[in-house]
């Protein structure tokens, strides 16, 4: 087990850092946008979040989906999965031209949607917009990154999610700043920071390491069918964090106003980067998982989600006890005006609401674990559960409750709550197997 450690270690470090750094889009964002528009911008920001998350969603659908696949099969059998990558981008296509349409010529209602009021209507919408027209370079940038960690290339595809990172951070300041553009400032450095990871990504078939490419096939719904229902735990997972946001959004901006959404956009944006390191473990896991898993090698499935899980259940007390106690400091980068008001709803969230990354690493791991052997029903059932059948609900009915309070209950509920089913989901799983000889 030493060798599967050690592989392991090599490829969660590399997607934990790459993780970290593509979730810093929207941090970097947050926080250009906190100094150069205010509180204001922040909450239009975070309105326009959910377009950004269903992007992602549909990205990692697709990525996860085709490369977990490509991964099982090209382990299963000799060639399989040679024809994966050629649909999976048949169906970016797809999407990014359905996201480029809603952008031309449904920005506007889907901003009235989304809950924006006046004052903050236009900066939302030009977000919105913007985003939803550079959506195809983000679906492609997802599939070319989950393909590339498949095959058998981790350290490149953190170079690319970093990469990214940086591109955006750098535009951020030069468009927000020296140029004085503003929200489209923003949103125009995040819509090019996917093109700066492909180029890098391009390096895997400039040096012909590269064991997937184009064929001249043509759409087989079935093979799309397939490779997407491995990945749409990761669809839900994403559209659901998009929805949370929209209902959270609704309930605090009936509660507080602009203030209160402009406190849970900081939460929410720190949140991605915390998100992002279990999502990092969890990517690391998948190709060795799904590898192990298509030669037969259970033991060593095992002995890999364990790890991670481990890991998961270390790091999460340690972000939680930073986090509560440089509160101040963190909440404050993102609070340019020194509202008090802005500080202390920002602060209490973030004592309750962060109590909820004690169990998310936990189920974020055991969703893709499901996922990487194969058992779609189990990851979509998990993500369902977190994502949208337990949190809105638990949301609204704390909320009427406790008020602001039980908003921020919501999460730490719900993932405790999804943590009793995927030890069950997992105990179920683990007895079949035994049942069949396979474990």
Known sequence: MKAVHQKLTKYISFHMLGTAGLSCYILADTY?????????????????????????????????????????????RDGGGADLFTQACYLVLFFGLLFVCLGLFANRQITALFQANEEIFSMTQTYLTVVLLFAPFFLMNHLLLAFIRNDGSPNLAMAGMLSSSLANTI??????????????????????????????????????????????LRPRWTRMKNLLSLGVSSLVTEFSNGIVILVFNTLLLGMLGNLGVAAYGVLANIALVILAIFTGISQGMQPIVSQSRGVGRWDEVT??????????????PLIYLFCVFFQEP???????????????????????????FLFAGANI???????????????????????????????????MVFGVLGVWLAFPVTEGITSLAAIACYRRERNKRLSQGTA
């Open 330 to 356: 963190i909440i404050m980068a993102f609070n340019e005006e020194k509202n008090l008001a802005l500080l202390s709803i920002a602060s209490e969230g973030l004592v309750v609401y962060f109590i909820g």
């Open 365 to 399: 791991i055991t969703c893709v674990y499901f996922s990487a052997i194969g058992v779609a029903q189990a990851s979509f059932l998990l993500s369902l559960l977190r994502g949208l059948l337990l949190i809105v609900p638990s949301a609204i009915l704390l909320s």
């Open 32 to 76: 250009f946008v906190a100094k150069g528009l205010g509180s204001n911008g922040l909450a239009a920001l975070n309105i326009a979040l959910p377009i950004y998350n269903l992007i992602y969603g549909v990205g990692m659908m697709i990525g996860m989906g085709a490369a977990t696949r490509y991964s099982l099969e090209k382990n299963e």
């Open 171 to 216: 535009c951020d300041y030069i468009f927000i700043f020296p140029c004085g553009m503003g929200m489209l400032g923003a949103v125009l450095a995040t819509g090019f920071s996917p093109i700066f990871s492909m180029a890098v990504l391009s390096l895997h078939f400039i040096r012909k390491k590269n064991q997937f490419r184009l064929y001249r």
């Open 303 to 316: 002995d890999g989600y364990r790890f991670c899980l481990v890991l998961s259940l270390l790091i999460a």
